[in-house]
C-alpha cells in the first residue's frame, strides 16, 4: 500500500488544474492516491490527459499533455509519485532478483536443524512480535498524516451479510474501518463517473481479493487506434457544436439589422404541417406536427427522454422548424425575432475560453455590441479624415484616393442604411437600450445566479462546466430576446438560484410580452413557470398543446387516461359478447337465419376491432408516460449511529491559514431511520461532505465514526449513464455479480431484475443490448446492481440530473419505499420533498438543521422577493 492520503494528493490537483471540474479533481487525486508503484504511471497519465480533453479544460492534445506533465512534476516534487524506471534497469533488477533468490541464503542450514529441535521455534518466528517478524522502514521526513496512513490495518473483507451480522446492543462499538462483500465492491463499478466507467477503475484503497475477483476488475488496456478514433470524435463534436453556435450568433446579429431596418416583431410563431427530423437517422420524431407560440405565454416542453425535446429547441434557434432544404421554418420564426438558446452543456471557443463571466453577458447583447462596434469604426473614420485634411502636400490624386478608401471603409460593415450609422442615431439607439447601465445590470443577473466576487473574476477556462452553463443562462437573461429557449437550465443551480430563475420569467416585465419555452426535469420549477404545456410523443410522433399549467395537463391527461381506459373495457365487453353470439350456433346448431344472425355479429365484431386498433393507434400516448414499480432491498435495521461526524474540519488545502476551512466543527449523525438533505449553494462542501460520510476522505480534525457492519450504496447523476451499452442488462449483472455461476444464481439474478422492473417478457428487456433501452430503463438496470447488495445507507447525489420527469417520479416512489438510511443532495423540490424529512444546510463553512425543508425553500423565497 502506498499509503499516501487524499488530501495531499488532492491539494497539489485543485492547484495544478485550477477551473477543472470539482468531481473530476477529486477523482484524479484518488487514481493517484490508488496507484500501484509497481504498474507504473504511464496508463495514468494518459487518462489524465485524456479528461482534460474531454472536458473541455484543455483545447489541444499538446496543451493536456503540458498541463499533465506540470502536474506529475508537483506530484512527484511532493514524494507522491516516483520517477519511473528505464525498461533496461527494471529487467536487470527482475533477472537480479531472480538470482538471488536462486542462491542459497548463509545461515538456512542451521536454522533448518534449530526447527528441527526445536519445532516451537517456527511458531515463535511466525507470530506478530516474534523475532523475524519484519519491520518496514519510515522516512524521517515523511508526513505524519501519511504515516498514520501506512500504519493502518487494511479494510476487513467478508461474504454476504448474514443475520448473525447483526451487531447486538454490545457490540457496536465505534471502529473506523467499514466492512464490505465482494458484491459490494463490484457493485461500486456502477456509480463511479464517466471517466471510471471508460477505464473500468474503482477508486478505493482495497484489501487482498481473490485471484480471480482482481482479474475481473483489472483495468483493459484501450488500443491506439480506439483511442484515435475517441479522440477524433470528440474534436468532430466539439467543431460541430462551435459551428452551431456560430450560426446562431450570426442570425442573432441578422435579426438586429433586421429590426433596425423593419422595427421589431410583435407577433406570434406559428408553424402548420412541419417535420422534425431525426438527427440520429431513422423515422422523423414528429409528423404533420403544428406549433403556435404566442407572446407573454410561457412553455413547459415535456416527454419521455429520447423523444425530441432538444431537438425541437435546436430546430427553433436555427429557425429550421418545417424548414428542410426549402428554409420554409424562415415564416414560421420571423427575420426579426431575436431567439437565444441554452443548451444543457457548454463547448468554448479559444476566444471565450478568457472571458470573465461578465463578458459573457455583455456579449449577448447583440444590438448593443453592434452599436459599438459601429461606433468605434465612425469615430476611427473621424481620425482618419482629419488626420488628411490637415495634411499640406498633398495632391489633388491622393485626395481622391484617401475619399474613396474612407467611403469603403465605411461601408466593409454591413448596416441598415447610411443614416442609421450616423453619430445621433447610434447614440439615441445605444441610450433606447440602457448600454451605460449594461455592466452593472450583467453584474447583478450573475450574482443573483450564485457568482461570488471571486467567481465573476475567474476566467471561463477556469471554471466548472456547471459554472459555464450558469454564466450562458445569465447572459441569455440579460439579452431578453424575443424568443428564449431553455434546455435543463436547472441541473446545475442552487435552490435558491431556481427560485430566484423562476421568479425571473413570472414576474418581471421583460418576460410580459415576450415567448419562453423550458425543457426541465424540475416538476416545482415547470409548475411555478409554465402557463401553457407542449408534449412530444414518441409513439404517436405528435406534438401537442394544452392551456395551462403543469398540473393542469397532468390532470387533463390523467382523466383523458381513465376515459380512454373505461371505453377501453366497454368496447372489449361488447366485443366479447357478439363473439359469444357468434359462436353459439355453431357449436349448437340452429336455422338457417340464426346461423345467418350469428355471421352478422360476428362482421360486427371484426369491425369493431379494426376501429378498437385504430383508436388504440391514435391514443397510445396516453400509455407512454406509464412506469413500472422499482423497489429497492436494504439491508434491515442497525441500532445506533451507521455514520457519526464528531467535530470534523476539513479543506482541500490542508495548510491554508489565509481563510477559513471549507467545513470546520460539523457534528452529524445517521441512523438508519434518517432521511436527510443536505442544501446551500454550489461549492459550499455539499458534496465533501458526502464524501467524509462514506469514508472516501479522511478529515483534517475530529472523527468520523462507521459502522463496521453497515454498507452504503452511492447513487449519482451519471448512474444510468455507466452501463455498457454493448452488454445486456443480464450479462452485466452477471459481471458485477458472478457468484457460483450456477443456473440458480442467473434465476436470482433474473428475478431481481423483474423486481427492479427490468422484465424479461413482454417485453424482454434483460436480453438485449443496453443501448435499445430509453434513459429511465437503463437507470432501472443500475439501480438493480445498488439493490442487489442491500445496502443500509443510500447515498444519492443530485440522481435526477439526466432522468425525465416520469423517471424522477418512480425513483421518488422507489426511495420513499426504501427502509434505509437515505442522505440525499438535489436541488429538485418535489423529489426532494418526497423522499427526505430533515434538512440541513450547508454554508460558511458550518452544518446546521433547518426547521424542515418546506421552511428552508419559503426562506430562499422570501430573500429573492428581498
Known amino acids: 500500500e502506498r499509503g499516501v492520503v487524499t488530501v495531499m494528493s488532492g491539494a497539489i490537483v485543485a492547484r495544478v488544474l485550477a477551473g477543472l471540474d470539482e468531481d473530476l479533481v477529486e477523482y484524479i487525486a484518488g487514481l493517484v492516491d490508488d496507484l500501484d508503484p509497481s504498474s507504473g504511471d504511464a496508463e495514468l497519465r494518459d487518462q489524465v490527459a485524456e479528461f482534460m480533453l474531454s472536458s473541455d479544460y484543455c483545447e489541444t492534445e499538446a496543451a493536456a499533455a503540458a498541463k499533465r506533465d506540470d502536474l506529475w512534476r508537483e506530484l512527484r516534487g511532493a514524494g507522491i509519485l516516483k520517477e519511473a524506471k528505464p525498461a533496461a534497469e527494471k529487467k536487470a533488477s527482475k533477472k537480479k532478483k531472480h538470482h ?3 542462491l542459497p541464503r548463509v545461515g538456512d542450514h542451521e536454522q533448518d536443524q534449530h526447527k528441527t529441535t526445536n519445532p516451537a521455534a517456527d511458531d515463535t518466528a511466525d507470530a506478530p512480535g516474534g523475532h523475524n517478524t519484519p519491520t518496514l522502514p519510515q522516512e524521517e521526513d515523511a508526513h505524519p498524516r501519511v504515516v498514520a496512513a501506512r500504519s493502518r490495518p487494511p479494510a476487513v473483507t467478508s461474504s454476504a451479510p ?11 462499538s465505534e471502529r473506523e474501518t467499514t466492512t464490505s462483500s465482494a458484491a459490494l465492491r ?123 425535446k432538444s431537438t425541437l429547441l435546436k430546430a427553433l434557434a436555427r429557425r429550421d422548424v418545417g424548414g428542410g432544404s426549402s428554409r420554409a421554418g424562415d415564416d414560421v420564426v420571423p427575420e426579426t425575432c431575436l431567439v437565444h438558446y441554452v443548451s444543457q452543456d457548454v463547448t468554448l471557443s479559444v476566444e471565450e475560453a478568457d472571458l470573465r463571466p461578465v463578458d459573457v453577458v455583455l456579449r449577448a447583447d447583440v444590438e448593443r455590441e453592434l452599436l459599438l462596434d459601429l461606433e468605434k469604426q465612425n469615430t476611427s473614420n473621424t481620425s482618419a479624415a482629419s488626420s488628411s485634411s490637415t495634411t499640406e502636400d498633398t495632391s489633388d490624386a491622393a485626395a481622391k484616393e484617401t475619399t474613396t478608401t474612407t467611403k469603403k471603409k465605411t461601408t466593409t460593415k454591413p448596416t441598415p442604411s447610411t443614416a442609421s450609422s450616423s ?19 450583467a453584474e447583478v443577473v450573475l450574482s443573483e445566479l450564485g457568482f461570488s466576487d471571486e467567481l465573476r473574476a475567474k476566467k471561463l477556462r477556469e471554471l466548472s462546466g456547471g459554472w459555464r452553463v450558469r454564466a450562458f443562462l445569465a447572459a441569455a437573461l440579460f439579452a431578453r430576446p424575443d424568443l428564449l429557449l431553455l434546455d435543463e437550465p436547472t441541473n446545475h443551480l442552487s435552490i435558491g438560484a431556481v427560485v430566484w430563475l423562476a421568479r425571473e420569467l413570472c414576474e418581471s416585465d421583460v418576460w410580459a410580452d415576450r415567448v419562453v419555452v423550458v425543457v426541465s426535469h424540475d416538476r416545482a420549477f415547470l409548475e411555478a413557470v409554465s402557463t401553457d404545456v407542449l408534449h412530444i410523443s414518441g409513439v404517436a410522433r405528435r406534438l401537442s398543446q394544452t392551456h395551462g399549467s403543469y398540473s393542469t395537463w397532468l390532470a387533463r391527461r390523467a382523466e383523458q387516461k381513465l376515459a380512454w381506459d373505461r371505453e377501453k373495457a366497454k368496447r372489449k365487453a361488447e366485443i366479447d359478447k357478439l363473439r359469444e353470439y357468434a359462436g353459439h350456433g355453431f357449436r349448437y346448431g340452429g336455422s338457417y337465419s340464426q346461423i345467418n344472425k350469428m355471421k352478422m355479429k360476428e362482421k360486427q365484431a371484426d369491425k369493431l376491432e379494426l376501429a378498437a386498433s385504430a383508436d388504440d393507434a391514435h391514443n397510445a400516448d396516453l400509455d407512454e408516460d406509464a412506469e413500472l414499480p422499482l423497489r429497492l432491498h436494504h439491508g434491515g435495521h442497525l441500532p445506533g449511529n451507521l455514520v457519526e461526524l464528531r467535530d470534523v474540519a476539513f479543506d482541500y488545502d490542508a495548510a491554508t491559514t489565509t481563510r477559513p476551512r471549507l467545513l470546520e466543527h460539523v457534528e452529524l449523525g445517521v441512523t438508519s431511520r434518517s432521511r436527510l438533505v443536505l442544501v446551500g449553494e454550489n461549492g459550499n462542501g455539499k458534496s465533501t461532505l458526502v464524501r467524509l460520510l462514506l469514508g472516501e476522505l479522511e478529515p483534517l480534525a475530529g472523527r468520523v465514526v462507521r459502522s463496521p457492519h453497515a454498507r452504503f450504496a452511492l447513487v449519482n447523476q451519471h448512474h444510468a449513464d455507466q452501463i455498457d451499452l454493448d452488454k445486456t442488462p443480464l450479462d452485466f449483472m452477471r459481471a458485477a455479480f458472478p457468484g457460483d455461476g450456477s443456473y440458480d444464481h442467473d434465476l436470482k439474478l433474473r428475478g431481481h431484475l423483474a423486481n427492479c422492473g427490468v422484465t424479461g417478457a413482454n417485453p ?59 442522505i440525499c443532495v438535489s436541488h429538485d423540490q418535489h423529489f426532494v420533498s418526497q423522499v427526505a424529512n430533515e434538512c440541513w444546510i450547508v454554508a460558511k463553512g458550518h452544518v446546521k438543521r433547518a426547521a424542515s425543508f418546506e421552511a428552508y425553500v419559503h426562506k430562499q423565497t422570501a430573500k429573492v422577493r428581498r
Open 186 to 308: 463490484a457493485a461500486r463499478t456502477v456509480w463511479l463517473e464517466d471517466e471510471d466507467y471508460e477505464t473500468g477503475r474503482v477508486p478505493e484503497r482495497r484489501a487482498p481479493e481473490e485471484p480471480h475477483e482482481a482479474t475481473k476488475r483489472a483495468p483493459s488496456r484501450k488500443k491506439r487506434g480506439t483511442a484515435d478514433k475517441s479522440a477524433a470524435s470528440r474534436l468532430s463534436l466539439k467543431q460541430r457544436q462551435l459551428d452551431e453556435r456560430a450560426s446562431l450568433r450570426a442570425a442573432q446579429e441578422a435579426a438586429v439589422r433586421a429590426r433596425w431596418r423593419q422595427g421589431g416583431y410583435k407577433g406570434s410563431i406559428e408553424s402548420k404541417q412541419f417535420s422534425l427530423a431525426n438527427p440520429g437517422g431513422g423515422p422523423d420524431l414528429l409528423d404533420e406536427a403544428s406549433l403556435s407560440l404566442v407572446r407573454g405565454r410561457r412553455y413547459a416542453l415535456v416527454g419521455r427522454n429520447g423523444r425530441g
Open 100 to 102: 538471488a533468490q536462486q
Open 162 to 172: 448474514s443475520s448473525s451480522s447483526i451487531p447486538t446492543a454490545h457490540d457496536s
Open 423 to 441: 453619430p445621433e442615431v447610434i447614440a439615441e439607439r445605444l441610450a433606447q437600450c440602457d448600454a451605460e447601465t449594461a455592466p452593472r445590470r
Open 764 to 822: 424482454d428487456l434483460q436480453n438485449v443490448p443496453a443501448a435499445v433501452l430509453s434513459g429511465g430503463q437503463r437507470s432501472r438496470v443500475a439501480l438493480a446492481a445498488v439493490s442487489y447488495v442491500e445496502p443500509h445507507v443510500l447515498v444519492l447525489d443530485e440522481p435526477t440530473n439526466n432522468l425525465d420527469l416520469e423517471s424522477v417520479q418512480a425513483l421518488a416512489d422507489c426511495v420513499t419505499h426504501f427502509d434505509g438510511a437515505v
